[in-house]
């Protein structure tokens, strides 16, 4: 199937700073990415769509300066968190779908496990 | 929006055992719904899914039928192996949409499963 991959697996960062998480579809064209957050024993939760080339759509609640995503281009999509503190310690997944109509098979990263200290 | 229930965990069961994992929705229309299964150090996999009602997603000797009666999805395997352990999550598009439109998911809260030798 389809490889999406997110880059850095695991970081620790200290308070105020920013941080940048990358998601990469490796063998296909993603016209949609998503991000979401896990927090430890609960469920995914979405926190914004993004298409390619356009700004990114976020859910309700979710501070769209403070969660700055940039989907530049058809394999890459970035999640910046700005001047992060502890409470944004989480895990990050981001999926990708190839296709723009109907839902189409999601493909999901790795994750990315966000630390601030 | 749409929205899914499933069964807390974790779920503990001996190899062999008959493995069920409740799962209910709420939806406008009958959108298609999916089990996604996370391997311990994993990202999501797709374990199988259905489009309409009545179909069965089968996939790895796990099925789950579309039952919009009692809007239900649930889980089911005839006998769990140790390499099955892992979390369980349903789902299903965050809205029911007919005219195309990729859609992120909303996802259950997952359901932790352990087996036993």
């Known amino acids: 199937g389809a490889v999406v991959s997110q880059h850095p697996s695991w970081v620790i960062c200290k308070s105020g700073t920013s941080v940048k998480i990358e998601c990469r579809s490796l063998?296909?064209?993603?016209?949609?990415m998503f991000w979401y957050r896990q927090f430890p024993k609960q469920s995914l939760m979405l926190m914004a769509t993004?298409?390619?080339?356009?700004?990114?759509?976020?859910e309700q609640g979710v501070e769209k300066d403070k969660f700055l995503i940039n989907h530049a281009s058809l394999t890459l999509s970035t999640l910046t968190v700005t001047s992060a503190h502890p409470e944004d310690s989480s895990f990050y997944i981001c999926?990708?779908?190839?296709?723009?109509?109907?839902?189409?098979?999601?493909?999901f990263g790795e994750g990315s496990r966000l630390t601030v200290l | 929006g749409n929205s899914v229930t499933q069964m807390e965990g974790p779920v503990t069961l001996s190899e062999e055992a008959f493995l069920t994992i409740n799962c209910t929705y709420t939806?406008?229309?009958?959108?298609?719904l999916f089990w996604y299964v996370q391997y311990p150090g994993e990202g999501l996999q797709l374990l199988l899914k259905?489009?309409?009602?009545?179909d069965k997603g089968s996939n790895k000797g796990f099925e789950a039928t579309y039952r919009k009666e009692t809007t239900s999805f649930h889980l089911e395997k005839g006998s769990v192996q140790v390499s099955d352990s892992a979390v369980y999550f349903c789902?299903?598009?965050?809205?029911?949409?007919?005219?195309?439109?990729?859609?992120?998911?909303?996802f259950g809260k997952g359901t932790h499963l352990i087996i036993q030798p």
């Open positions: 999926s990708a779908t190839e296709r723009t109509g109907g839902t189409g098979e999601l493909f």
């Open positions: 789902a299903l598009p965050k809205t029911t949409r007919s005219g195309g439109g990729a859609d992120g998911l909303t």
């Open positions: 259905a489009t309409k009602a009545d």
């Open positions: 939806a406008t229309g009958y959108p298609s």
């Open positions: 993004s298409n390619e080339g356009s700004k990114a759509t976020y």
């Open positions: 063998d296909f064209q993603a016209t949609t």
